[in-house]
């Protein structure tokens, strides 16, 4: 198991596009009152540099979901961090490090969908549509990467590398 030398998506690159994605979204909520939620842990990093990019006024919560070590997945996820404040009638903008298969972010839209949000929305840092099972609408995407494993910049293999500024490819 080996660290690409070579980023994959270099630091440059990921500031650039952020600061698109920001223009973009602020532009999209002007006038409207924004809750970033962030899904733990991986989007942290992207979405601390994403949110500062935003116009305001902006609020940001947490999700994390289930994670499901060493075991089949059954059934939908579910979350073991979820807003405690009211989410009705909430622009909520939910920000993911990658879309892979899908049933996370799935899960999520669905258990939101319930609360009656004024809007809901996906901004994901990368898209593995190689992969996709279940199609998730994503409003706004940072990369479309193709089927490796990545890591870096708050992507993790067992918790590791996830301080790594750039994103990179684990050889496996
Ligand atoms: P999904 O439910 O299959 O879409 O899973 C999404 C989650 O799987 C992400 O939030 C990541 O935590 C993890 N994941 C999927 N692909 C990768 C990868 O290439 N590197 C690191 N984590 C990944
Ligand atoms: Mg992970």
Redesign the pocket.
């Known amino acids: 198991m080996q660290v690409s030398n070579r980023p994959l998506i270099s630091r440059a690159e990921l500031d650039r596009r952020i600061v698109e994605l920001g223009e973009v979204i602020s532009r999209d909520y002007a006038g409207r009152e924004l809750l970033v939620l962030v ?1 733990l842990k ?1 989007a942290v990093f992207f979405a601390a540099d994403l949110i500062k990019q935003l116009k305001g006024p902006v609020e940001v919560d947490f999700v994390r979901a289930k994670s499901y070590q060493g075991v089949e997945r059954q059934g939908p996820a579910t979350f073991s961090l979820f807003p405690e404040a009211s989410l009705f009638g909430r622009n909520i903008l939910i920000v ?10 799935a899960a999520l839209f669905e258990r939101l969908r319930r609360e009656n949000p004024a809007s809901l929305a996906l901004c994901a840092l990368l898209d ?1 549509p190689s992969r996709r099972q279940i199609s998730v609408p994503c409003a706004y995407l940072g990369f479309t990467v193709p089927d490796v ?3 870096g910049y708050g ?3 067992n918790e590791q590398y996830r301080h790594l500024p750039d994103i990179r490819i684990l050889e496996l």
């Open positions: 899904v991986g993911e490090d990658i879309l892979d298969t899908g049933h996370t972010t593995k494993f990545v890591i992507l993790d293999y």
